[in-house]
Each structure stands twice: as C-alpha cells, then as structure tokens.
C-alpha cells in the first residue's frame, strides 16, 4: 500500500494573518469562521501560529483586561509553528503531531510557502482509515491462505510509530523525528542534542539470563530513561539495546548534565546483572550536538547521529557507564 500524501489530508481553507493584526480581529475571524487555528506571517510564510488553546491560557488575563485583545497577534503567537512538508505522508505528519504534541501542522511547499493545514481529527480519520484497509487486507489473506497475509501484518507494522516491545518510538519513526527537528533547528537558528545510549554487556546477559529476561530488562532500562528525562524530550529504540534520545532546543553542556543523570539513575537503580563487571545492569552514552552556525550547516541529521555513535564508542572504549 502506498504512503498517504498529506496533501490528500489537507484543508485549503487557512487563515494567514500579518504579525501586527490586533488579537480581537483573530478571534472574531476564528469563531465566526469556525477556524480551530489561526496562522501568521507575512508573503504567505507562517511565522507562527495561534489555536483555541493558546486563547484559553490567556482568557483569564483578558477578562482583568481588556485592552489586551487590542495587542498584536504577535504578543501571543506560538512561534516558529511546527510544519509538515506537502511533499510528505500521512505517517510523517503522525511523528511530528506525536513527538511536538501539537494539533495543527501547516502543509508548505519547498520555499515554506503555505498550501495548507492538517488537523489533529484529519490524522486521526486518515489512520483510523488506514487501519480499516489494513483488516480488510489480513481478512483476505486469511481467507486466501496465501502469502498475502505476511504481506499484509509487514504493512501493518509499517504504519507503527511504536516498538512493540518497549512502547517507545520506533526506528522509522525516529527518522521522521530527526529530519523534521533538523530543519527545523536549521531554518530558524536552533540547537539540539543527540544522545546513542547501549546497554551495557547485554548479549552476556541474554545468555545468562534467557531472551525473556532480556525483554524484560530493556522495559525496566526504558522506564528508568524515561523517568531521567524532560516531557520535550523523545526517546527511540534504534535498534536491539540501543537507543536514541533526541533533546531539542538544548546545548551540550545540558545534554551532558542530563545524561550524566541517567546513566548514574540506572547505575543506582541495581538491576542485577551478574556477567557485568558492576554487577548491575548500566548503560554507555554517546553525545553530540547541532548548533546551527556557518561550520555546520552543511550536516545533515545523518552526521550529528553518526557523532554520537562515535561518542558512544569512546564510552565503551573508557569502560562503559559514561558519558562520552
């Protein structure tokens, strides 16, 4: 089955406003339009973007004062929005809404012009919709009992954002993730961290302690992650006991203060592993960072993973349960 376009999901029907437009113009254009969103920018190039959310968090302030509606859209904008390129799938903009937990992406072409906008209820038909054809797919293949049904469940997993055994995104998804945020990063002068983190002496554990055991450590090492690190942050399975933890809008000396943590909460946590030399189960961290100035904006989101996967190797080469 073919990818979905987002541009088969899309609204034409978005409103683009100036910066200096007041906030009482938006929202009488919001309600009686009945837009969920409203978008701003100049030459039909969002900047930023206002929804019903960002309305209610300051409703309070606009009944102490109501003047404040006359202030520029600007004052209250979210900015810069997250985007989805029309050229992308219906998969990619689910990474994106899932990882940025927003519920308007703005479709725009190659020069960020806007063409226009998916919603959160446009994802959640267009998958529950896909999810309809896969079943009718797998009933078929059933009833055929042919090869049809093997191809139908490696679709289906296709179309996951999650590992199944860990509840954390998966490898695709990750990629999804990693383009988005470096454009991102690149298009409107924002840093990012990349951490590779490995379970230390896993296959020595595998072995000592069966496979079953293994699942079920990489669920408690994940638990732990995710206890160490912020709501922003996104965590992926990369690949076997490896990881990859995405920190955006962060430095190197923060990514590091983080990571440093997690790897000393596991490491405390004492999850028995008698084949390592700790004795514990720990893991090893590589980092790297993307800040978007005139020597790196050449990298690709390839060369800042690739970095951190050199880090991780000097973690293992130090002794493991670091940070390198």
Known sequence: MKEIPITELMSHNVELVTPDTPLRTVIHNMRSRGHSCCLIGEDNSPAGIVTERDLVNVMESFIENPGLAEQAVADYMAAPPHTVQSDQSLFDALVISHAEKVRHLPVVDG??????????????????????????????????????????????????????????????????????????????????????????????????????????????????????????????????????????????????????????????????????????????????????????RQQAWQDIVKKADQGLYQAKEKGRNRVA
């Open 111 to 296: 020069d960020n012009r806007l063409v226009g906008i998916v919603t959160h209820t446009d994802l959640t038909h267009a998958h529950f919709h896909v999810i309809e054809l896969q079943r009718t797919l797998i009933d078929r293949a059933i009833r055929d009992r042919t090869e049809e049904l093997e191809v139908a469940n490696r679709e289906l997993e296709s179309l996951s954002m999650e590992d199944a055994l860990l509840g954390i995104g998966n490898r695709r998804a990750m990629e999804v993730d990693m383009k988005h945020t470096h454009s991102l990063a690149t298009r409107h002068q924002r840093g990012y961290v990349v951490v590779l983190l490995d379970v230390d002496h896993f296959k020595p554990y595998n072995d000592h302690y069966g496979h079953m055991a293994g699942d079920n450590a990489l669920q408690r090492v994940t638990a732990v992650i995710l206890s160490a690190v912020r709501k922003s942050d996104r965590l992926y399975r990369y690949g076997g006991e490896e990881f990859l933890l995405l920190l955006p809008d962060t430095a190197a000396c923060g990514g590091r203060t983080l990571t440093k943590r997690l790897v000393d909460k596991l490491h405390a946590a004492g999850l028995e592993h008698v084949m390592s030399p700790y004795k514990v189960i720990t893991i090893s961290a590589g980092l790297s960072e993307y800040q978007p100035d005139a020597a790196s």
